[in-house]
């Protein structure tokens, strides 16, 4: 097993009481069970393309519902986490609790935010009903056991307590795109797509940040991997990013055209006003009215910066190359 870095080791405190709380309130009827009822955002794509600032930047509209960190530690029922952030901070007159976030809207460690109510990746509520081992794929036997009637219900749960139409990472389902939308139509799907190179680059740094060493693997493994685990860490990444993003285009030619936004990161840095836009009119579509007006950030300035050897970026280029004209 990886060892981490102590910035990401998880707390076994931590971790023994959440699983204490959320099965008590797991059984919990907190409000009728539904299905969404609004489309629900869902955000696809590599692992540093940029979707933890697309979930920020929705948080930041006021447009959407999402999971909060807060409400992420009640992943048991989504709709008791809701109530529980109304009481502690959404309805404490006065701050009475100390708890009003103190805004640090974009900011992120490897996918996670500070703050009680920055957004959240949501993956333990994934993790309650998508049982991956290893890799990031389940067989179709391990697919149909899913509970997707509870998921979905956890989600319309959610709907309801937030009242507003929900957007969420969807990236623990990259390869699954097409289960997805076998169940529900309410989903409308986000690909962020970013230039390879420079993903498979953030990847390698991740490496290091999260394991201490570039050996170390960071984020989903794509069903190839064990493949891949004699070749150099630059090549490994450029096939994780590659083979990820292949993914995602895969199963979004499954999916109903007027339910798939493809953006590019490039893009969305450069005029996000023009992104939401696309968003509202794919909402409109789908037959819900989200606010036309946009009043959220005019542009995001990116801060890529690496510190890798001439050596490692050749392999990563190379084995790009050789991945896009099917040489490998």
């Known amino acids: 097993m990886t060892s981490l870095t102590e910035e990401f080791k998880k707390s076994e405190n931590l971790e023994e009481v959440l699983s204490k709380i959320n099965h008590l309130i797991e059984p919990l009827n907190v409000c ?17 393309s940029g979707t933890t600032l697309f ?12 999971p909060t960190n807060l409400m992420a530690r009640f992943f ?18 006065g701050n009475q609790l100390g708890l009003a976030p103190h ?11 500070k703050g009680a109510l920055a957004p959240s990746e949501f993956w333990y509520y994934w993790r309650r009903f998508f049982k991956f081992q290893d890799a990031q794929k389940l067989s179709e036997a391990e697919l149909d056991a899913v509970d997707a009637v509870s998921f979905l219900n956890g989600l319309g749960a959610m ?4 009242g507003k139409p929900l957007a969420l990472k969807g990236m623990f389902l990259n390869w699954h795109i097409p289960y997805l939308n076998s169940i529900s139509d309410k989903f409308i799907y986000v690909s962020i797509k970013r230039d390879l190179c420079d993903v498979a680059k953030s990847m390698l740094a991740c490496r290091e940040k999260y394991t201490g060493s570039q050996e170390g693997w960071w984020s989903f493994k794509p069903p190839q991997y064990k493949e891949w685990l004699n070749l150099t860490p630059p090549e490994q990444v450029a096939r994780q990013a590659y083979y990820t ?13 007027e339910r798939v936004l493809e953006i590019s990161y490039e893009e969305f840095c450069a005029n996000p006003q023009l992104i939401y836009k696309n968003i509202y009119e794919k909402y409109k579509v789908s037959g819900c009215h989200i606010p036309l007006r946009y009043s959220g950030e005019k542009k995001f300035t990116k801060k890529a910066k690496y510190n890798f050897s001439v050596n490692d970026i050749e392999k990563i280029n190379e084995a790009l190359e050789n991945l896009i004209s099917n040489k490998i």
């Open 32 to 48: 009728p069970t539904q299905h969404p009822t609004k489309p629900v955002l869902l955000i696809f794509g590599c692992p540093r």
């Open 76 to 93: 048991g029922n989504p709709a008791f986490g809701c109530e529980i952030q109304k009481a502690l901070i959404e309805f404490d007159k």
């Open 55 to 66: 979930l920020q930047w929705l948080a930041s509209l006021g447009t959407f519902g999402y």
């Open 159 to 162: 709907e309801q307590g937030i």
């Open 245 to 257: 993003q292949q993914a995602v285009d895969k199963g979004l030619m499954h999916v109903p055209k």
């Open 103 to 113: 805004a640090e809207e974009y900011s992120s460690s490897l996918g996670r935010t």
